[in-house]
């Protein structure tokens, strides 16, 4: 069968993990955040070896047509040649272990990666009379920073691509369901696209997708850990993008002096989260106005499968009422954007990573940790942990 995928029983699981192969090679489902630092830190480690034996040969299989997952949107001015800009994925990360902090450093130093210290405020709106109630929140400062990347969000995820030395990236490649079968013992896994062609055999498989797609991906593998990583739950998340020709033609909510100075706006009483202005961020100065909204997680699940000119209207009101815009200060660039898996309902104990032993697949994320950034590092050491312990001597 086309879509049949050759896995590792027991028996040969017990032959490769104790009689490990000189150079193996992995597979990495997935080309985020959490595909990058994993082949990132396998080829740290594997190169750190004492004496170094083994050299990995990894394969990172993205389904679109970039890596990193930091998602960043544009427009081009056809009359000014300048940009306005959304992040509309992940707006900043933090570093709050040792550990990261001390990974991200060399990117810290090129610039790459920048604080950010916003003005955030909480925003209450009223009614279209009268302006909404904005009380300072807080500054984000240096000490307990949030981290942008520099010049777009995309930029940290393509710079840990380029420095792979034994890694090979192929997009817009989708990786097909796994399927169970008893095999002869030493034979590796074998990975099909959604076409039928082999995408080769492989040690080890790590599957480093969003909970959804991972589930879809081993549901009839055998996979022993199916159940754990049916636990976490994901809730959706829409995130509108409005732009303006000019900084004279923000509303007076973006724009009046007399009011706080604010970066960022936590949201009361409405169905929008936040909202982050664009072209206050570091080395974004240059960007026409260009706002990002994000809608609250539980409205946008509720609302995930509606129409999405239709969420587009009720989000666009909703934000009409906070930003109080008239004709002549009404956006010139309207976007929206669907994330079906956003965020991570979290709990006191994180789920980890879950690893089937007997098949050498494991299966990582985000979502296996808090549901951010420094989780996709957190996670990806757990992973190399049980790589490592694998192809120690």
């Given at each position: 069968?086309?879509?049949?995928?050759?896995?590792?029983?027991?028996?040969?699981?017990?032959?490769?993990?104790?009689?490990?192969?000189?150079?193996?090679?992995?597979?990495?489902?997935?080309?985020?955040?959490?595909?990058?630092?994993?082949?990132?830190?396998?080829?740290?480690?594997?190169a750190?070896?004492?004496?170094?034996?083994?050299?990995?040969?990894?394969?990172?299989?993205?389904?679109?047509?970039?890596?990193?997952?930091?998602?960043?949107?544009?427009?081009?001015?056809?009359?000014?040649n300048?940009?306005?800009?959304?992040?509309?994925?992940?707006?900043?990360?933090?570093?709050?272990?040792?550990?990261?902090?001390?990974?991200?450093?060399?990117?810290?130093?090129?610039?790459?990666?920048?604080?950010?210290?916003?003005?955030?405020?909480?925003?209450?709106?009223?009614?279209?009379?009268?302006?909404?109630?904005?009380?300072?929140?807080?500054?984000?400062?240096?000490?307990?920073?949030?981290?942008?990347?520099?010049?777009?969000?995309?930029?940290?995820?393509?710079?840990?691509?380029?420095?792979?030395?034994?890694?090979?990236?192929?997009?817009?490649?989708?990786?097909?369901?796994?399927?169970?079968?008893?095999?002869a013992?030493?034979?590796?896994?074998?990975?099909?696209?959604?076409?039928?062609?082999?995408?080769?055999?492989?040690?080890?498989?790590?599957?480093?997708?969003?909970?959804?797609?991972?589930?879809?991906?081993?549901?009839?593998?055998?996979?022993?850990?199916?159940?754990?990583?049916?636990?976490?739950?994901?809730?959706?998340?829409?995130?509108?993008?409005?732009?303006?020709?000019?900084?004279?033609?923000?509303?007076?909510?973006?724009r009046?002096?007399?009011?706080?100075?604010?970066?960022?706006?936590?949201?009361?009483?409405?169905?929008?989260?936040r909202i982050?202005?664009?072209?206050?961020?570091?080395?974004h100065?240059?960007?026409?106005?260009?706002?990002?909204?994000?809608?609250?997680?539980?409205?946008?699940?509720?609302?995930?499968?509606?129409?999405?000119?239709?969420?587009?209207?009720?989000?666009?009101?909703?934000?009409?009422?906070v930003?109080?815009?008239?004709?002549?200060?009404?956006?010139?660039?309207?976007?929206?954007?669907?994330?079906?898996?956003?965020?991570?309902?979290?709990?006191?104990?994180p789920?980890?990573?879950?690893?089937?032993?007997s098949?050498?697949?494991?299966?990582?994320?985000?979502?296996?940790?808090?549901?951010?950034?420094e989780?996709?590092?957190?996670?990806?050491?757990?992973?190399?942990?049980?790589?490592?312990?694998?192809?120690?001597?």
């Amino acid at each position: 069968m086309a879509h049949q995928m050759t896995v590792n029983n027991a028996m040969a699981h017990t032959s490769t993990y104790n009689y490990p192969k000189p150079n193996p090679k992995i597979a990495i489902i997935g080309g985020g955040l959490s595909g990058l630092l994993t082949a990132t830190l396998l080829e740290r480690a594997f190169a750190e070896q004492e004496p170094q034996t083994c050299t990995p040969k990894i394969t990172i299989f993205e389904k679109s047509r970039s890596v990193g997952r930091l998602a960043t949107r544009y427009r081009t001015d056809e009359h000014t040649n300048k940009q306005w800009q959304w992040a509309f994925g992940a707006q900043f990360f933090t570093a709050k272990t040792d550990a990261f902090s001390a990974f991200i450093t060399p990117w810290l130093k090129a610039g790459v990666i920048q604080p950010w210290c916003a003005h955030v405020v909480e925003l209450t709106p009223n009614s279209e009379y009268q302006s909404p109630d904005i009380r300072k929140k807080e500054q984000w400062d240096s000490q307990h920073a949030r981290y942008i990347s520099t010049p777009k969000m995309t930029s940290w995820g393509r710079a840990l691509a380029a420095e792979l030395q034994h890694t090979t990236l192929k997009f817009k490649t989708h990786v097909a369901p796994l399927i169970q079968t008893k095999v002869a013992i030493d034979t590796q896994t074998e990975l099909f696209d959604d076409t039928g062609a082999s995408l080769g055999h492989f040690d080890w498989v790590i599957c480093t997708v969003p909970a959804a797609q991972a589930i879809n991906l081993l549901a009839k593998s055998g996979f022993d850990k199916l159940a754990q990583i049916r636990q976490p739950q994901m809730q959706a998340c829409y995130t509108l993008m409005l732009g303006w020709d000019s900084a004279e033609q923000l509303p007076n909510v973006l724009r009046d002096d007399s009011l706080p100075i604010w970066d960022v706006a936590y949201l009361n009483e409405s169905v929008l989260d936040r909202i982050f202005i664009e072209h206050h961020k570091p080395a974004h100065g240059e960007l026409l106005p260009s706002i990002t909204i994000h809608a609250r997680n539980d409205w946008s699940e509720v609302n995930v499968d509606e129409d999405i000119e239709t969420v587009q209207t009720q989000l666009l009101a909703a934000a009409q009422q906070v930003l109080q815009w008239k004709n002549r200060t009404a956006p010139s660039q309207i976007d929206i954007h669907r994330w079906r898996y956003a965020a991570t309902l979290t709990t006191e104990q994180p789920l980890g990573i879950a690893v089937d032993n007997s098949r050498q697949w494991i299966v990582s994320g985000d979502w296996c940790g808090q549901g951010n950034i420094e989780s996709c590092y957190q996670m990806a050491v757990e992973t190399i942990q049980i790589l490592m312990n694998a192809y120690k001597n």
